[in-house]
């Protein structure tokens, strides 16, 4: 009885004794307040494990039970650890060589290398957490240095969760990238390789397909996995590229006509349906088909489709070591129809470009190996092509590009990439580039979607 | 008085209401992140429970993949059972927002929190990565303890209890039970390690810190420099000097873990590496929690008893 009322006084002097010390002195230094609290410690174990014995000792094993349970009551105090928000911050920097000197003609993402040298494609501030009983918050907010080593700054996401909508029904809205395919959605640090798919790029602009608007999403009652979403959104601006974009002139050649929001068929819509299935115990399937629908500005009444379908399987060793080894393939091929309206050439005002159906297809394909705890191989193929237009765009011509990569993982929370590519584009021949990455991870423990 | 009438009927209706509700005995689905949470929960529950793991025995618990297939059995589970100080947080939280399933939201009677009612080891005084992967909230490898077993039993009946209260005294009477074997089996585990009083252990990650406490072991290295950092030649070398000077000469090693690595250093010290699974099933006939400490436990003793 004694020696458990101690324990209790001790609990409440370790709960108390910093703050009261802080209150009364704020000269004490934090390494004798911790030294203070680790001597405290390590007296409440003692009396614990003390007590603990003399309760497996079989002196009275339900009483020392009862206050092995009294002891969380108050312990929550002193490792109250979480808070409201989750923070992180996640740098990436790329070092390389490219054989073709104007490395953002080869490397069009804009997390990719962008110059031969140094670049910082991404430092990335992730804030997340649960805002109520209803919602969870999230929001990324990403800072990039271009290649004249100015900041620039873009909200990438920002975006409500609900938490508990009944018929297994989810809202999400704010900005977000659009959940087409597997990799649109993911941040560059989730990436296997340094640079962007091709095939991405191409149909969905530098950033990826990333809106304001909202999105649904549906759990089917199945006794598989399968997911039904359909994203709205705004179909205007920088990153919704095969759409309402400033850019999209490279695309059709056209200058782009003003078009407004007039109707519900204005906006962008994506739906998109993923299931998946474990083929053993060791081995997934995930497949998915995406669509992207909306208008574009070659012309007042242009409409723009984007096809997408993935599969992705992955077999991890039953005696996973943290997580190594396994296999992983990934596979998105795309298909986009642009209806490039009559428009006036951006080039030449006296010409006109007549209305076309712009037919552009592309694929990657992606293998990883996890070879034993922390060291990954990737091996990924690119190919794009379309169809020729009365515009001959750069974007639009034959590619093809084979990237061989190595990652080291030193822990967790940093990692290091080797990757080379061999890159073909037609009428321009073939360029070799060699890039080298690193990434650090500060904050939140990081947790990833499969 | 039209009240007084009124009342007998209503409480018929309740009756009628509670007894539909004892009528469906659907068993409880109860989904466990780890085997040893699931065996226990198996355990108390009884067949009022229908019991999944997410993680396999045989793999890190720390690096499970959240697969789509966990999301629908989470959607589906009644109870979720997670061992919490952060094992399970590179992968249970996307798993969570996926699953859309109100009854094991934080708070919920369907949620258990092993850690929560454990007094956990090793927490960190101050939050520095360069001391590797270590938890915010301490050491999370805590049901190797069979007092700490003891307690989430409890946590685990009182809960199964509030979502299922029909079922609540078998939940008692299964609880009973078990603590009743649990208290004997702890006390024949101890006579079994007392005469290794102090025996000097290694392990791979630092995972076995409450059963050295426990059982009155010291783990004087871990294979690994730092959590969740790889074993280097050069802290190895350490590990070998360290192992002759203070006569360690058992190496525990899970199932995932680097056997090989291991046995390097065994050969160097004359120890013997011992398979030392956490999670029930991992090997033949340790499907209950009994079964797999009575293994280790025998496994230990052995070991100490061939290297001394």
């Known amino acids: ?450 | 008085m039209k009240t007084m009438t009124l009342l007998p009927i209503a409480a018929a209706a309740l009756i009628a209401m509670t007894g539909a509700g004892t009528a469906s005995a659907r068993p409880l689905n109860v989904v466990a992140t780890t085997p040893d949470l699931a065996a226990l929960a198996r355990e108390i529950g009884g067949d009022a429970v229908a019991v999944v793991a997410l993680a396999k025995p045989t793999e890190d618990p720390h690096f499970v993949d959240a697969k789509p297939s966990h999301i629908v059995t989470l959607h589906r589970a009644d109870v979720l059972i997670e061992g919490g100080a952060e094992l399970e947080i590179g992968w249970l939280p996307p798993l969570l927002e996926s699953a859309r399933n109100d009854k094991i939201a934080p708070g919920a009677p369907g949620r258990i929190v092993a850690s929560q009612g454990i007094r956990l080891l090793e927490v960190p005084s101050t939050l520095d990565r360069s001391r590797g992967d270590v938890h915010a909230l301490g050491n999370p490898h805590f049901l190797i303890d069979p007092l700490n077993v003891r307690i989430i039993a409890g946590e685990i009946a009182a809960h199964l209890a509030e979502v299922n209260p029909a079922s609540a005294q078998l939940f008692q009477a299964n609880l009973r039970t078990f603590d009743a074997r649990l208290d004997a089996k702890t006390a024949d585990w101890q006579k079994q390690l007392e005469p290794f009083r102090g025996a000097k252990i290694v392990t791979y990650h630092n995972d076995f810190v409450y059963l050295a406490e426990r059982f009155n072991l010291e783990v004087v290295a871990t294979l690994e420099p730092k959590p969740g950092i790889s074993p280097s030649p050069a802290h190895l070398a350490e590990v070998i000097e360290k192992m002759k000077a203070e006569k360690a000469r058992v190496i525990l090693v899970q199932p995932y873990q680097n056997r090989k690595t291991a046995e390097a250093v065994a050969r160097q010290t004359g120890a013997v590496v011992l398979d030392s699974a956490q999670q029930p099933g991992a090997y033949k006939d340790t499907a209950t929690y009994f079964q797999l400490m009575d293994t280790l436990v025998r496994g230990l003793a052995t070991a100490f008893k061939e290297k001394t």
């Open chain 1, 1 to 450: 009885m004694l020696q458990r009322l101690m324990l209790a006084y001790m609990l409440l002097a370790t709960s108390t004794a910093p703050a009261l010390a802080g209150a009364v002195n704020p000269d004490i230094s934090a390494v004798g307040q911790q030294g203070a609290l680790d001597s405290l410690t390590f007296a409440v174990r003692a009396l614990q494990a003390r007590v603990d014995s003399l309760a497996s000792a079989g002196e009275e094993p339900a009483a020392a039970s009862r206050a092995a349970q009294q002891s969380p009551s108050t312990a929550p105090v002193a490792r109250a650890g979480g808070t409201y928000m989750n923070v992180s911050y996640d740098g990436l920097a790329d070092f390389g060589w490219s054989s073709e000197p104007n490395v953002g003609s080869l490397q069009g993402g804009d997390h990719d290398p962008h110059v031969r040298g140094f670049t910082i494609p991404n430092a990335e501030l992730a804030l997340d957490g649960t805002v109520d009983p209803y919602f969870k918050g999230f929001s990324n907010i990403v800072l990039k240095l271009n290649s004249d080593g100015e900041t620039g700054i873009e909200l990438e996401e920002t975006y409500l969760l609900t938490t508990s909508l009944p018929w297994n029904l989810q809202l999400k809205g704010g900005q977000f990238f659009a959940e087409f395919g597997r990799q649109n959605a993911q941040h560059p640090h989730a990436w296997s390789f340094v640079d962007q798919p091709l095939v991405l790029n191409r149909m969905f602009g530098p950033d990826g397909l990333r809106s304001q608007g909202a999105r649904i999403s549906w759990l089917a009652p199945t006794s598989w996995y399968s997911e039904a979403t359909l994203s709205v959104l705004n179909s205007a601006g920088g990153t919704t590229f095969s759409f309402r974009s400033p850019e999209s002139s490279e695309l059709h050649g056209g200058v782009p006509v003003e078009r407004g929001v007039r109707a519900l068929e204005d906006f962008l819509v994506v739906p998109r349906i993923a299931t998946s299935v474990d083929l053993t115990t060791t081995q997934t399937l995930v497949l998915g088909t995406s669509a992207a629908f909306g208008p574009n500005n070659s012309g007042p009444r242009a409409r723009t489709q984007v096809y997408g379908a993935d599969l992705y399987w992955k077999w991890k060793s039953a005696t996973a070591d943290r997580g190594f080894p396994f296999f992983s393939s990934q596979t998105e091929a795309l298909f986009r129809s642009y209806g490039a309206a009559e428009r006036v050439s951006a080039e030449d005002a006296s010409v006109t470009l007549s209305s076309e159906t712009l037919r552009d297809r592309g694929v990657y394909s992606q293998l990883l190996w996890g070879i034993k705890p922390l060291w990954v191989a990737g091996l990924r193929g690119d190919y794009v092509s379309g169809d020729a237009g009365a515009f001959d765009s750069p974007l639009r011509g034959e590619r093809y590009r084979l990237s061989p990569n190595l990652t080291w993982f030193p822990s967790e929370f940093s990692k290091l990439r080797l990757q080379y590519n061999y890159d073909h584009r037609k009428g321009l021949g073939a360029d070799h580039s060699v890039w080298l990455q690193s990434e650090f991870l500060l904050g939140a423990h990081a947790a990833h979607k499969f």
